[in-house]
């Protein structure tokens, strides 16, 4: 007797899942690592946000746009796109913009 076959979502499932992980862009290169160890911008600027405007470095928050900025275009330019990279730094971009309106309006 032939053991029972998985349902056709769970090999279409585990199919896309060993694409991804064999894919130029997957969790065995730095495409995928990279832009999950700059999460960490975006959080610790999601963290500054509760802070005084005082306590928010001008320069520092400017630096960070300017690098973000400069790295979204790096992560649409190069081949394959790094989205995951491009959605890292457009949400750094956004937090960051939006900790120089808190120090600079005040």
């Known amino acids: 007797r032939a053991p029972p076959r998985a349902p056709r ?5 585990a199919s896309k899942l060993v694409a991804f992980w064999n894919s130029p862009v997957g969790p065995k290169t730095t495409h995928f690592w990279g832009p999950v160890a ?3 911008f975006v959080l610790a600027g999601i ?3 509760s802070k005084p405007p005082e306590k928010i470095s001008g320069p520092m928050t ?6 973000s900025a400069l790295f979204m275009r790096f992560a649409y330019a190069v081949q394959p796109r790094n989205w995951l990279l491009f959605a890292c730094h457009a949400s750094n ?4 913009l939006n900790l120089l309106r808190k120090k600079y309006a005040s």
Not at 9 to 13: K, S
């Open 9 to 13: 979502d769970a090999r279409a499932m």
């Open 38 to 40: 700059n999460w960490g």
């Open 47 to 49: 963290a500054d946000s």
């Open 62 to 67: 400017a630096a960070m746009c300017v690098y």
């Open 93 to 96: 971009e956004t937090v960051q």
